[in-house]
């Protein structure tokens, strides 16, 4: 039982370059999130779906773009990475209910030089 | 913005005592939730209270809720070793799940 897989674990990015980040999720859950977490920051949120074909922006979305074209999949895009992108990325999903009990991927840890 | 605060920001203590964090938050919410997150993992969901709900419990953890003062406290019993982690308050108050910046916990043997 996967849960949620987040793919890449580790990447390094040059500033201006671009790339995107996978999230797939096994357990048919309408609900999916992209986080990103930074030292004394917390989790904040980027952006998320309520479901397959829809995408919402959260906190802070600038810099970001994402697709879910299956429900299975969310990806977050970097266009033009930045220093101030370097973070911790996580994926989260939750089943009916927006909101609630929410299972996390592992992170990704991004650097942009 | 960050909606939940938890305290203490670090916590240390010796396998078997009690552990205590505090949440506070600012604005009226449908449900306060804590997690987990061991070092370099992702989070992971520990209990969910609603608002209407003062008190719940899931084996070793006791959660309380308190709407009149916006807080909240996870108490976690008879504290091991592998409790070693770092515990986030969340709050729903409608539209995102907003995380607080978390209580590192040390439990030592």
């Known amino acids: 039982n996967a849960g949620v897989t987040q793919t890449p674990k580790f990447r390094v990015l040059k500033t201006g370059q671009s790339m995107t980040l996978l999230c797939a999720q096994d357990?048919?859950?309408?609900?999916m999130y992209w986080y990103r977490q930074d030292p004394g920051m917390g989790l904040r949120l980027i952006h998320y779906?309520?479901?397959?074909?829809?995408?919402a922006k959260g906190e802070v979305p600038d810099g970001y773009n994402v697709s879910r074209l299956k429900k299975q999949n969310f990806l977050l895009g970097l266009e033009s990475a930045a220093p101030s992108q370097t973070s911790v990325y996580f994926c989260a999903s939750s089943p009916t209910t927006a909101n609630e009990k929410l299972f996390f991927g592992s992170g990704t840890q991004l650097s942009v030089l | 913005s960050q909606q939940g605060e938890e305290d203490p920001q670090a916590l240390s203590i010796q396998e078997g005592e009690n552990a205590t964090m505090n949440c506070s938050y600012k604005?009226?919410?449908?449900?306060l939730q804590w997690y987990r997150q061991n070092s370099g993992r992702g989070l992971v969901h520990l209990i969910l209270?609603?608002?209407?709900?003062r008190e719940k419990h899931s084996g070793r953890l006791r959660v309380t809720l308190d709407t009149s003062k916006k807080s909240s406290s996870l108490l976690i019993t008879a504290s091991r070793a592998a409790d070693t982690a770092s515990y986030f308050c969340a709050t729903d108050a409608g539209t995102a799940l907003i995380f607080g910046k978390g209580t590192t916990l040390s439990v030592s043997s």
């Open positions: 209270i609603r608002s209407n709900e």
């Open positions: 779906s309520v479901g397959e074909g829809t995408t």
């Open positions: 604005t009226s919410i449908n449900n």
């Open positions: 357990m048919n859950h309408e609900y």
